[in-house]
């Protein structure tokens, strides 16, 4: 398994803004998909956005579509996730993902590759 490190977290008042990096440890295959999860404790991790590698296409969860970005520097391999206008409710642990094959890049159990996750506090 491939270790993804997550890089950028940390506490804002809702409103603010925070963006999120995501990077290997090592070099890795070129990856199908990328992608951010979340995850607040008691509860299912969930996805946020993802970054197919192939065309370039994104999607988002309602929750956050309009307010955060997903993007990626294809001269570093970095994956990025700008999170504007933050709530309260954004407040998690936010995951980094990969999936190397051709998979359904929207299903979370298809990513093979997960960091250890970084905090996002949201105060009110």
């Known amino acids: 398994q491939v270790p993804l490190v997550e890089y950028g977290g940390g506490s804002v008042q809702a409103g603010g803004s925070l963006k999120l990096s995501c990077g290997a440890s090592?070099?890795?295959?070129?990856?199908?998909?990328m992608a951010w999860f979340r995850q607040v404790p008691g509860k299912e991790r969930e996805f946020v956005a993802a970054y197919r590698n192939s065309d370039g296409e994104t999607d988002y969860s309602a929750a956050v579509k309009g307010r955060f970005t997903i993007s990626k520097d294809n001269t570093n391999g970095l994956l990025y996730l700008q999170m504007n206008n933050l709530k309260p409710e954004d407040g998690a642990v936010y995951y980094c993902?990969?999936?190397?094959?051709?998979?359904?890049?929207?299903?979370?159990?298809?990513?093979?590759?997960w960091g250890q996750g970084t905090q996002v506090s949201v105060s009110s």
């Open positions: 993902a990969k999936m190397f094959r051709n998979s359904d890049w929207l299903k979370e159990d298809d990513y093979e590759a």
């Open positions: 090592r070099r890795t295959p070129v990856a199908f998909a």
